[in-house]
């Protein structure tokens, strides 16, 4: 079976990433639908990802782009 571990390490605003340093989550809606949305989703990561010690980076798309039939 093959090992699928990074070796890199790097950092994201002070915080190490990869090899062997615990994960963290990169998450958030796939589409800015509204404000209110953005932020209840933020402050429950926030809150869920504090009480696991999780680090969390909030991602989201700010376009949706147009699809035609």
Sequence with gaps: MKDNTC???????????GGDE???LISGPC????????????AEMIEVCGEL?????FKVVLIR????P
Excluded: S
């Excluded at 790097?10 to 990433?17: E, H, P, Q, W």
């Excluded at 010690?53 to 980076?57: E, Q």
């Excluded at 782009?65 to 035609?68: A, D, Q, R, Y």
């Design 53 to 57: 010690k999780i680090p969390y980076i």
């Design 31 to 42: 589409v800015m639908e509204n404000r209110d949305l953005l932020d209840r989703v933020c």
């Design 22 to 24: 615990p994960f963290f």
């Design 65 to 68: 782009p147009i699809v035609l």
């Design 7 to 17: 070796t890199k390490r790097d950092f994201l605003n002070g915080t190490k990433i």
